[in-house]
């Protein structure tokens, strides 16, 4: 069973090693918020399969960290988009 | 077995970071560097440091990445066209990377085959404070000092942020986080998520008493979600000269040190508890600094005023 955990686990490493290829080289931000999305759920998924097959019982947190934070990397996505214009947007001079 | 997803997760973090060094824009090469973090985190896993891995999801996906991609944005908008740092220059920041990564790895490879600890100490003594998580019983009994000083220097971070706004907006509120393109279901999202978000990053500071978890890794979490609502325009960042914010951030710290104080009449001396009281006081501490370190990071990933105080 153990076996069947690890082999599971990398294969959706494999799946999100694919999911980074699409992160990194885009090309639209459409693209990039997906790939940021399946790699928190993927990365999820990891932690569950892996931290079932070695025992540790607290990879569950770190499973529900990444799928917390991958919803909140979207928007950052956004925010650093070259259309919004930044911090000092609204400074008076 | 085991073997196998481990050596794609080194493929994986190798590509990330060859990727983040070698993009040609400032983005690709941000994006490469939180999807580094990410797989950071299932690596801090794989070892078994579960606290670490904790930490690096939610300050890797929760505040960095959000620091270095607006970050981004505003320099776009500042140098576009600029030509950027001149050959020598590049050159000189490679070798001494490069140097510091050799640096680096020579001490993680060369040294003795098994460390000097003091874990086995550590784990002889945890009865005595009464934790179930040795990371959380070194870090705010046996090393509290190193923690004390730790949130002090965030303090000193903030005011350092602080201080880069002009004097005519002193004390104002800091730029709005609203994003241009705001849309409902942004809207959307920051009323569904945050509730869960809350109730996740407070379970993560009670849990890091027994379990990985703490201070650190709640405090980011809240600190993530009161920026998505930030973010969505519910709500304005607030005047940075208000009272209760700046008694929030030193509430934490202000706290630890009271309590490191009170140890010289009831225990043994600076940062010691009183026998059986430790638990109760670590947590409680761990609740006060929580609470601080969410509105530090909250209020140093919004930055300096830039708006003139009402």
Partial sequence: MVDFYFGAGALVMILTGLALARLLWGPGPADRMMAAQLLGTGGGAIALLIGTGSGVTAMVDVALLLALLAAFAAVALCAGEPGSKGIHRERIK | ???????????????????????????????????????????????????????????????????????????????????????????????????????????????????????????????????????????????????????????????????????????????????????????????????????????????????????FQGGTVLAAMWLLVMLAGLAEPPETRRALLQYLVVFGPAVFLISGFSGFWLAEGFLSYPTGFAKTMIVALEVALALSIAVIVAMMLAGPSARTPR
Avoid: H
């Avoid at chain 2, 070892?47 to 990445?65: P, R």
């Avoid at chain 2, 001490?107 to 179930?132: K, R």
């Avoid at chain 2, 809350?198 to 978890?213: K, R, S």
């Fill in chain 2, 1 to 215: 077995m085991s073997m196998l997803p481990d050596l794609l997760l080194v493929m994986l973090v190798l590509g990330a970071a060859l990727w983040t060094v070698a993009a040609r824009d400032r983005r690709s090469s941000v994006i490469g560097f939180i999807a580094l973090g990410l797989l950071l985190a299932l690596v801090w896993m794989r070892l078994y440091a579960v606290d670490v891995a904790l930490t690096e999801a939610a300050v890797g996906g929760g505040a960095t990445g959000l620091l270095l991609l607006r970050a981004c944005a505003r320099l776009d908008s500042i140098d576009a066209g600029k030509p950027s740092a001149g050959r020598t220059l590049q050159l000189l920041i490679g070798f001494c990377c490069a140097a510091m990564g050799v640096g680096i790895a020579a001490a993680a490879l060369g040294g003795p085959d098994l460390p000097p600890t003091l874990a086995p100490a550590v784990a002889a003594n945890i009865d005595a404070v009464g934790l179930g998580n040795p990371v959380t019983v070194v870090l705010l009994a046996y090393r509290a000092i190193d923690t004390l000083l730790e949130k002090i220097v965030l303090i000193a971070a903030l005011v350092g942020v602080w201080s880069l706004a002009p004097d005519d907006v002193w004390g104002g509120p800091p730029a709005s986080l609203k994003l241009a393109k705001a849309s409902e279901p942004l809207t959307f999202l920051a009323q569904i998520l945050p509730p869960v978000g809350f109730v996740i990053g407070v379970y993560l500071i009670w849990n890091g008493a027994d379990e990985p978890g703490g201070t």
